[in-house]
């Protein structure tokens, strides 16, 4: 008797069986396989898309330290700008004042140039005037630079007006100049509330 019909019989109903037992577990499997492919198709899509945003994310962030870090460098300038000027005048209004004591020892009409021990005295002092005036004018560069128009119209005022009144000869003349430099502080401590954005007291 020939077996091969039995045992391929046999096969096919084994088979069916091992496939009829197992299905629950490979549809579960299968279904968990295609499941895991999804998210990670998903996943390939969010971590491009995540990296895309952080990649938006720091550029953003860069220009804004860099405006942010450009502002306050600017903001730093004027400050010290101001607190140059502001020194400068103080120093200058303090050999003004040295000046006019010494000044004071002259007779009435007399000047400078006819008392030649004074004139002597007043020679360093006048000396040191003349550097803070030109540090003015220096400072006058970089204001220009960093500064609102306004704090330009106040230092080149008060260059223009004391021009005319540098030879520091007489009492009056030294007087002119002091009065001149208290303009300028008060004028330039304003400026600076203004545009460096301090609030008034």
Known sequence: ????????GAGVVLNWLILYFWQPWTEAYAGEKGKNLARKEDLTDILAEVRAIAFAQKEIESKLAGDLWQKQNVWNEKKNIYASLLITNHSALET???????LGRLAEGQTV?????????LRPHAEKFGKGFAEIIRLQ???LL?????????ITAYL??????LTLQTRENVQANIDLLIGLNVDLVASAKVDLGIEPT
């Open 96 to 102: 003004l004042t040295d000046i006019g004591t010494k």
């Open 113 to 121: 140039n006819s008392n030649p021990e004074i004139k002597a005295e």
């Open 141 to 143: 560069s970089a204001a």
């Open 146 to 154: 960093f500064t609102s128009p306004s704090t330009m119209n106040i």
């Open 160 to 165: 223009k007006a004391a021009g005319g009144t």
């Open 1 to 8: 008797m020939d077996w091969t019909p039995v045992y391929v």
